[in-house]
T-cell receptor, first 113, second 112 residues
């Protein structure tokens, strides 16, 4: 069973388009995140959601809008895609109690042409 | 999150022990030391974490200096599958959110 899954795995699109990346976790976790890993391999937090509520929004352009329809899902919608949005996007989740270790998805490689 | 310093890269022979160092001289009393690794083309995965005492699990051991200003991740027998980027991260246990602040990490190469 996949703990944190993301779709699609690869996404190639043109500048100006709108696209979404989906994330689902079957671990019963309360908190979910989106991270971005750029071409230099730096991993940066973008958003953090706790029980469907946004609790962190790092300095991310408002073209990026996370949406959490329920506790198990955190989708990322990106409007008016730009070349600089090309990166690998990782979803992650954390339990409310315990070690707070994060479980990451396999990533979605977004290429904007 | 407080800053950590790690070597950019390290090499190890297969089946030898590996000691991955991390300096965190500005660590605060409530910071936990977490280690994650990222295998090629995969998402990061949790390895181990600790606060003050040394820790062991099935993947690795974590040795924490007495003053907590440095720590060492120990892989007891490196395998080819251990080739990855290893991240040492400080996470404030008092923080309301648990997001991780990743540095550049140490790229570990394992030589057959």
């Amino acid at each position: 069973d996949t703990a944190v899954s993301q779709t699609p795995k690869y996404l190639v699109t043109q500048m100006g388009n709108d696209k979404s990346i989906k994330c689902e976790q079957n671990l019963g976790h309360d908190t979910m995140y989106w991270y971005k890993q750029d071409s230099k391999k730096f991993l940066k937090i973008m958003f953090s959601y706790n029980n469907k509520e946004l609790i962190i929004n790092e300095t991310v352009p408002n073209r990026f809008s996370p949406k959490s329809p329920d506790k198990a899902h955190l989708n990322l919608h990106i409007n008016s895609l730009e070349l600089g949005d090309s990166a690998v996007y990782f979803c992650a989740s954390t339990p409310r109690t315990g070690t707070k270790e994060q479980y990451f998805g396999p990533g979605t490689r977004l290429t904007v042409t | 999150d407080a800053k950590t310093t790690q070597p950019n890269s390290m090499e190890s022979n297969e089946e030898e022990p590996v000691h991955l160092p991390c300096n965190h001289s500005t660590i605060s009393g409530t910071d936990y030391i977490h280690w994650y690794r990222q295998l090629p083309s995969q998402g990061p995965e949790y390895v181990i974490h600790g606060l003050t005492s040394n820790v062991n699990n099935r993947m690795a051991s974590l040795a924490i200096a007495e003053d907590r200003k440095s720590s060492t991740l120990i892989l007891h027998r490196a395998t080819l599958r251990d080739a990855a980027v290893y991240y040492c991260i400080l996470r404030d246990s008092g923080a309301g959110s648990y997001q991780l602040t990743f540095g550049k990490g140490t790229k570990l190469s394992v030589i057959p």
